[in-house]
């Protein structure tokens, strides 16, 4: 089943104060640390992999106290299974993503940068490795699975170089592209996240993500959407226009409200509907929800497709 994360104000979380991504994603990390233990994985099934210096975000649970003593400084232990562990992210940098309206206090592709960098963190923090695939947008660069205290700083620094942009309602060539360097690296037990609007996406998006769950990966999905787009608020003549794909509309917003939330909901439907069907999870947002909340129920669903 589809989950929806609270919609009420985050009045503790300042995206205005926290500038810079790495910031953000810190901050929104630390905010699901503070409330539920974080790991992506659950249950057993993993064997030690060994010793290292313990790294801030680690585990306290894996602490090893009689190497800590021996050593005179925190030792943590590593663990290791005969899966890939690597979470796999794929975020949509396409034009629509650049929305940001009134009611929102980040654009699209600034909330999900954020989240996708909150749940490498938590990731990172677990043991297990990170890679980075963009689609569309300007300065976008793929990163391979890594882990280790600078993979985060990769990543937050190649999400924050890109500048959202580009049509992909038609272009099959770019999401192809995307979709097939996640499935040649991707293997047994990993985990894939896309991070998008799923709107103005070409046709064959969700069919091409979703095959991806072949060979015992799981998948998640974040559909992310401003308020403005969610509630289509607005009062008197409208005039629609899509920031991907050549669509402009002029129509009364009290007409249309209820068939625009309909077809919205059917998109959210049909998306939720594929990735069950595969073992996966839909989750929705908008970018006025608590990120903290969001990622706890990302997690949510990363878990209970990683078992």
Not at 180 to 185: D, E, K, P, T, V
Not at 232 to 239: A, K, S, V, Y
Not at 249 to 270: F, G, M, P, S
């Amino acid at each position: 089943m589809a989950s929806r994360s609270s919609s009420a104000p985050n009045p503790t979380f300042d995206w205005a104060g926290l500038a810079s991504l790495r910031l953000r994603a810190r901050a929104i990390a630390d905010g699901v640390y503070a409330g539920e233990h974080a790991s992506t994985r659950k249950g057993a099934g993993v064997e030690f992999g060994g010793h290292r210096p313990y790294a801030p975000g680690d585990d306290l649970r894996l602490l090893d106290r009689r190497a800590t003593l021996r050593h005179d400084r925190p030792i943590v232990r590593e663990l290791q299974t005969d899966t890939d562990r690597t979470l796999r992210l794929l975020v949509d940098a396409s034009a629509s993503m650049a929305y940001g309206g009134r009611r929102a206090p980040v654009t699209k592709f600034a909330y999900a940068a954020a989240l996708a960098g909150a749940l490498a963190r938590v990731a990172l923090a677990s043991g297990d490795p990170v890679s980075l695939e963009v689609l569309g947008g300007e300065g976008a660069r793929s990163l391979p699975a890594s882990a280790g205290r600078e993979a985060f700083e990769r990543l937050v620094a190649a999400l924050e170089s890109v500048r959202p942009g580009g049509d992909l309602s038609g272009d099959l060539a770019a999401l192809e592209r995307g979709v097939a360097a996640l499935g040649r690296s991707a293997r047994r037990g990993s985990v894939l996240v896309f991070l998008s609007d799923l709107v103005d996406t070409h046709p064959e998006t969700p069919a091409r993500f979703c095959a991806l769950a072949s060979g015992g990966k799981s998948l998640v999905g974040l559909r992310v959407l401003d308020p403005d787009e969610r509630l289509l608020p607005f009062e008197g003549p409208l005039r629609l226009q899509a920031l991907e794909g050549d669509y402009e509309v002029e129509t009364e917003a009290a007409a249309v409200r209820a068939a625009y939330r309909a077809a919205l909901e059917e998109t959210d439907a049909a998306w939720a509907k594929r990735l069950e069907g595969r073992g996966g999870a839909l989750v929705k947002a908008t970018t006025s929800d608590p990120p903290v909340g969001v990622v706890r129920e990302l997690l949510r669903a990363v878990r209970r497709g990683a078992r």
